[in-house]
């Protein structure tokens, strides 16, 4: 008998961009989009439609270019709503309608101002209107791990009835702990009559830190799809991180019996763009993905993985993609042995891109002895930075001088939008801040710089330097990106990164974003 599939329904770029801090043009999230068909998720919320003008293109876009998964946009139960969503994706090849409303007391009569009869006739409307454009209708109960069981059950019944094909329970607030959260889904199983009708699916926020767990209690069972996003991002403390959610259920096969349509050796590969692009690190000791998930300390861990590394490791790293520490590329590498540990790190490149990575790997090659996996992983993101933002700024050179008895100083050159090279110079209170301020005196955009972070990609003196930036303008943040092994020039990338996406991006994203699950 076929094993049980979980289907996994990605939101990172719906819940996802709503985390404060986080800004996407629409060829950033296109380029998500196609790394998570890539991964093989099931369906991919693209966003929601009605909610700004910049919504609706990336979820038009995105269901033009990416044809695997299942393509939905979220809705109120708003016929506009409704009629905008079918709108972007009614061309898709698999399209999605997903409606929600409040359904708990206390959502109800202080967000709605309303009541619970109208409420079930408002649902029940909207999943008929949605169901008149579009077969795959998805349901969401708002805040349903806080909403009264007999209630639910009347509502869920009500809007199966009504067309819905898949049934969500979001803990919209992350309030529900495992065991209650599995017993609210057996219940809903027991005592909804038509439910079979219908797949059952959970939408977990992490406030208490149970989003995963309570995602994986629901597995357990009976719930078939599960929501979340790529390394938990999303709403306040973020949505369940689909990562962990995956191989939880791969990793203990045994006690949830059921699989998942998901290519794992793309999941750190997947991780470390939407990080790069969002600019939101992973904490090293993350499960699945971060740094240290698969760095052993301990001598006597050591001591055990040496002799067997099922004494201490439960997964292979190699089985999610995880960058090889052993394998290194150096000035003699061809074109030949980049592409094909590129391809083993999940980067498939036409010849004309390859060419791009290969003259950026000589240049790096020249000044680092060794180039690892985590040092080409860096010069991918940095090449793909520089294709996604239209760079209506170009940097040409930058020169720095500073120390403890000089008066920090720096010189720019930068091409303007017609091609002329401009050059400006300009002290500051450090490197960073004259580097800036000669930038700001070309560029002459008015913005607030509210975060300036550097990592290392990699150890050793020659590692390649990553600088993530923040700039504000009227309210709104734009991230910037720089790596190189000079954190000078790093830093200056970075902030024309961070200025070509405000110009590239400034008018776009719309001021009043309705509430979501
Ligand atoms: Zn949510």
């Known amino acids: 008998m076929a094993e049980d ?22 060829q950033e999230k296109l380029e998500i989009a196609r790394q998570l068909e890539r991964l093989g998720v099931d369906i991919i919320e693209a966003g929601f439609a009605a909610s700004s003008p910049g919504d609706f293109e990336a979820v038009q876009s995105i269901m033009r270019e990416v044809r695997g998964p299942v393509i939905a946009s979220l809705a109120r139960c708003v016929a506009n709503d409704i009629d905008r969503a079918w709108e972007a994706i009614k061309d898709a090849e698999h399209p999605r309608i997903h409606v929600f409303i409040s359904s708990s007391d206390v959502q109800i009569l202080h967000q709605l101002r309303s009541n619970p009869e109208e409420v079930l ?27 009264d069981m007999d209630y639910l059950y009347q509502l869920v019944e009500a809007v199966i009835n009504a067309g819905a094909t898949t049934i969500n329970i979001p803990d919209t ?65 973020g949505n369940a991180a689909l990562e962990e959610v995956i191989r939880a259920i791969e990793t203990r ?3 949830y019996g059921v699989s998942t349509n998901i290519n794992t050796r793309q999941i750190y590969r997947t991780s470390r763009l939407v990080s790069d692009i969002t600019g939101f ?8 993905v971060g740094a240290n998930a698969f760095r052993h300390a301990s001598g006597i861990h050591q ?16 089985s999610i993609g995880w960058p090889s520490s052993t394998f290194v590329l150096g000035k003699l590498s061809g074109r030949a042995g980049l592409r094909s540990r590129l391809e083993d790190l999940g980067y498939k490149l036409a010849q004309e891109e390859l060419n791009q990575a290969f003259e950026a790997f000589k240049d790096l090659a020249d000044r680092k002895r060794e180039v690892t996996d985590a040092d080409l992983l860096a010069l991918m993101s940095s090449q793909r930075r520089t294709l996604d933002i ?21 010189t720019v050159t930068l091409t303007d939008p017609d091609g002329q090279s401009i050059t400006e110079a300009a ?49 709104q943040t734009f991230v910037g990106r720089g790596a190189n092994t000079d954190i000078m020039v790093a830093s200056a990338e970075a902030y024309m990164n961070a200025l070509n996406r405000l110009l590239a991006m400034g008018v776009s994203k719309g001021a009043d974003v309705p509430t979501t699950h």
């Open 253 to 255: 096969k045994d006690l």
């Open 390 to 410: 239209p760079a209506t700024y170009t940097l040409e050179h930058v020169q720095v001088s500073s120390g403890n008895h000089e008066i920090p100083t720096a």
């Open 303 to 318: 001591d055990g993985l040496l002799k067997e590394r099922n004494t201490f490791e439960i997964m292979d790293p190699q």
């Open 121 to 147: 006739d408002t649902a029940v409307a909207s999943v008929e209107r949605a169901k008149s454009y579009c077969h795959d209708v998805e349901f969401s109960p708002m805040d349903a791990s806080r909403t």
């Open 5 to 26: 599939k979980v289907l996994i329904f990605d939101t990172t770029l719906r819940d996802g961009e709503q985390s404060a801090g986080i800004g996407l043009t629409t």
């Open 427 to 475: 002290t500051g209170t450090g490197p960073v801040d004259a580097v800036y301020k000669a930038i700001n005196r070309i560029v002459q955009v008015p913005n607030k710089l509210t975060e300036f972070r550097v990592d290392a990609v990699t150890e050793g003196i020659d590692a390649i330097g990553d600088v993530t930036i923040r700039i504000e303008q009227d309210g």
């Open 173 to 237: 607030v992350g309030y529900a702990m495992p065991w209650e959260f599995r017993e609210r889904i057996e219940n809903i199983k027991r005592n909804v009559p038509n439910i079979d009708r219908a797949v059952l699916s959970v939408h977990c926020h992490n406030d208490l830190g149970q989003a995963v767990g309570n995602s994986l209690a629901a597995v357990s069972t009976g719930a078939r799809q599960v929501e979340g996003c790529i390394n938990g991002l999303g709403e306040r403390a």
């Open 281 to 288: 690190p992973v904490q090293p000791n993350k499960a699945v």
